[in-house]
Nanobody, 124 residues
Framework: QVQLVESGGGLVQAGGSLRLSCAASGRTFSSYAMGWFRQAPGKEREFVAAITASGGSTYYADPVKGRFTISRDNAKSTVYLQMNSLKPEDTAVYYC?????????????????WGQGTQVTVSS
């Protein structure tokens, strides 16, 4: 069992930056691929970014490429999402997720564990 706790959300103006963190419990964090998803009001949860268990490869959704960076620190059992050049359309609840394999996925059903989410609001 893995428990995930996100933090770092908040209110920011368009063009600003935020860094989200997701702390995981358990001693097997380095064997899990990790992902970030987001869900805006009235919309389905969508893929944002993912990283392999080793951190050697990363994947991004087209709307965030070049602006967001996913990274992980396996010694701290934490995954991060650095978000730059934020836009109002980035406003959503952001969730981190863990997958019991070394390679991540881009769909919600690919992941086994989820955090409770953190709100990101970008004002225009």
């Amino acid at each position: 069992q893995v428990q995930l706790v996100e933090s770092g959300g908040g209110l920011v103006q368009a063009g600003g930056s935020l860094r989200l963190s997701c702390a995981a419990s358990g001693r097997t964090f380095s064997s899990y691929a990790m992902g970030w998803f987001r869900q805006a009001p009235g919309k389905e949860r969508e893929f944002v970014a993912a990283i392999t268990a080793s951190g050697g490869s990363t994947y991004y959704a087209d709307p965030v490429k070049g602006r967001f960076t996913i990274s992980r620190d396996n010694a701290k059992s934490t995954v991060y999402l650095q978000m730059n050049s934020l836009k109002p359309e980035d406003t959503a609840v952001y969730y981190c997720a863990a997958k019991r394999t070394v390679l991540p996925g881009t769909t919600t059903r690919a992941y086994d564990y989820w955090g409770q989410g953190t709100q990101v609001t970008v004002s225009s």
